[in-house]
């Protein structure tokens, strides 16, 4: 994963979100919605909102179920 993370990277990707392993359908839409809604509503970096919503996730705030590491642990940026 590292390997195509690095080649966006070099081709001028600012920011790269990727997932280390498979992840829920549902978990995924949520967390990438808050995420954008983070980024273009409230005009935070994406390196705030994952930190955000990665925590809110965390701290069950995106429902109790969501609260599992299997929901938001995968999640990880490259800059």
Do not use: C, I
Request: hydrophobic content about 45%; aromatic content about 16%; cysteine-free.
């Amino acid at each position: 994963m590292v390997g195509l993370a690095r080649a966006f990277l070099v081709a001028g990707a600012g920011n790269l979100g990727v997932s280390l392993w498979e992840v829920d359908d549902t978990g995924t839409s949520l967390f990438m919605t808050a995420l954008y809604q983070k980024v273009l509503a409230d005009g935070k970096t994406f390196r705030q909102a994952y930190y955000e919503v990665k925590n809110a996730f965390r701290h069950g705030e995106a429902g109790e179920d969501y609260a599992r590491p299997m929901y938001w642990a995968a999640f990880t940026m490259y800059e």
